[in-house]
């Protein structure tokens, strides 16, 4: 699916990402670790090409469709839309001026696949924290049916919900998908591959390899 | 009364010019309030003013010279505000006084007079001839087209811009389209309005049709209408009383608010 080679991400006078290289092949599920300021947000954009590397590079194996979440949805708490609205605004790239009939299918489909059919006509900001994200997700896989990544998904959402959409993410067998998470347990729980990104030290593999390393150590022993 | 009131050709002008201004300021207003841009409709104004000022004292037509200037300025604003390691809202305060204090300058250096400044700064709805109507006519068909064919790029591109971005939508494009057309709608806009009250008619209409509306939809359709009541309002209340039509539009929008503001306490 995807290729990292020896990418560094350089801004004016710091190194965000400093010469990581990794591989994500089709259908796995690759989970992105790592401290606060380590690079795992440049180097979600630099994937999205919504930044340039700086050196090395990143290549797809063939021209694919992204579906993004953004951290905290990307999403302003006033704005008045109903969550039906924002799950057809994903397939905004692939419609010329008015979504079709079909089109407008696909984004019920998805949100009954999330489990959001039943709040299609409510106000997406009055939702709860967990089915705004299933929106969300709904609207990156109408946009998407191969890719998607998620940045901090898990972002303000209690344990239960969490779970509930570990649960989800892991039902999406035919997708690749990309995580960057604070949440070192459910990564080991669920990643196909693990990325860690720390400060001036990094780790790829699988998550038995990631406990073997004994990198785990460095999150301050927050995982059991 | 009303008769009267649409018996004066320059109230007719007035309130077709306007209506169709308020309208576009209305749809432009929704996206640039939910972009948190309103500031930048505010800065408009205020360069609006240095180079409507700038016009008269060269005795050139104003909107050949005020057009292009504030477009530039849009586009400026646009990118500062973009743009995170500079402090956009400070960027628009400096850039809007100093446009201010350039047009009283120019203003009183070429022996314009105060009547002149307080015309600017409060408008008038003796200002618009008929080539005005013209104008906002095409301004109000061009804007109304761009929110029918591209309803669906400007709801996502308001509502999520990484997400657009990262989908492919050519989000700069769009931002600078939105920028264009607010800044010949503030141009036009402002000669009624005046410079102080411009941006009022961009961000009440959005803001007031918020407080009931909950589809990006209905608050769009609201906004128009809003906006255009509004000002109709505003303009007969100017007329039988007397007062400026930029600040008696600003009060029936205000009223407007209150009105809707209401609604969610009736509900419950």
Do not use: W
């Not at chain 2, 009547?115 to 709805?125: K, N, R």
Request: charged share 15%; hydrophobic share 50%.
């Amino acid at each position: 699916m995807l290729k990292c080679k020896d990418v560094s991400i350089k801004y004016e006078n710091f190194c965000a990402v400093h010469d990581i290289s990794f591989e994500v092949r089709d259908c796995e599920c690759l989970y992105i670790v790592g401290e606060n300021g380590s690079g795992k947000t440049s180097l979600l954009k630099a994937i999205l090409g919504l930044i340039h590397v700086s050196e090395g590079e990143i290549v797809f194996d063939k021209k694919t469709d992204i579906g993004y979440l953004s951290q905290n949805g990307g999403v302003k708490n006033d704005f008045p839309a109903s969550a039906f609205e924002v799950v057809l605004s994903g397939q905004v790239k692939k419609t010329k001026f008015f979504y079709s009939k079909e089109q407008k299918n696909k984004a019920l489909q998805k949100m009954r696949e999330m489990g959001v059919f039943e709040a299609r006509n409510k106000c997406f900001r009055e939702l709860s924290g967990g089915q705004r994200q299933r929106v969300l997700l709904a609207r990156a896989l109408s946009a998407t049916d191969s890719l998607l990544i998620l940045d901090e998904p898990l972002t303000g959402l209690d344990f239960a919900a969490a779970e509930e959409l570990y649960k989800t993410l892991a039902q999406l067998k035919d997708m690749t998908i990309i995580i960057v998470s604070h949440d070192i347990n459910g990564a080991l729980k669920y990643a196909d591959k693990m990325l860690y990104l720390g400060m001036g030290d990094s780790f790829f593999g699988t998550p038995d390899e990631f406990i073997k390393s004994g990198k785990l150590s460095s999150f301050g022993g927050g995982a059991k | 009364m009303i008769m009267e009131f649409l018996s004066h050709p320059f109230i007719v002008r007035a309130i077709v010019c306007g209506g169709l201004i308020c309208l576009c300021a209305a749809l432009l207003g929704v996206t640039l309030v939910l972009k948190r841009f309103s500031m930048i409709g505010d800065g408009l104004s205020h360069v609006g003013f240095g180079a409507l000022s700038l016009a008269l004292a060269l005795n050139a037509a104003p909107l050949p010279v005020a057009a292009p200037i504030v477009a530039a300025s849009a586009f400026l604003l646009l990118k500062l505000s973009e743009n995170s390691r500079i402090k956009g809202d400070a960027a628009i305060a400096i850039i809007s006084t100093s446009a201010l204090a350039f047009g009283v300058i120019v203003t009183s250096l070429s022996g314009g007079t105060n009547a002149d400044i307080s015309s600017l700064m409060f408008g008038s709805i003796l200002a618009m001839n008929k080539a005005d109507v013209y104008i906002s006519a095409c301004l109000a068909v061009i804007v109304i087209t761009v929110f029918v064919l591209f309803y669906n790029k400007l709801f996502a591109v308001t509502f999520d811009e990484s997400f657009s971005k990262a989908a492919g939508v050519n989000v700069s494009a769009f931002n600078s389209l939105i920028a264009l057309l607010t800044a010949v709608t503030v141009v036009i806009g402002m000669r009624i309005m005046g410079t102080l009250l411009i941006s009022s008619i961009i961000i009440f209409p959005a803001l007031t049709s918020m407080r009931v509306f909950k589809h990006f939809r209905s608050v769009v359709i609201s906004s128009a209408v809003v906006s255009v009541v509004c000002f109709i309002f505003g303009i007969f209340l100017s007329f039988v009383f007397e007062i400026p039509a930029g600040a008696a539009v600003v009060a029936a929008n205000l009223l407007a608010f209150a009105l809707f503001s209401l609604k969610p306490l009736i509900v419950k």
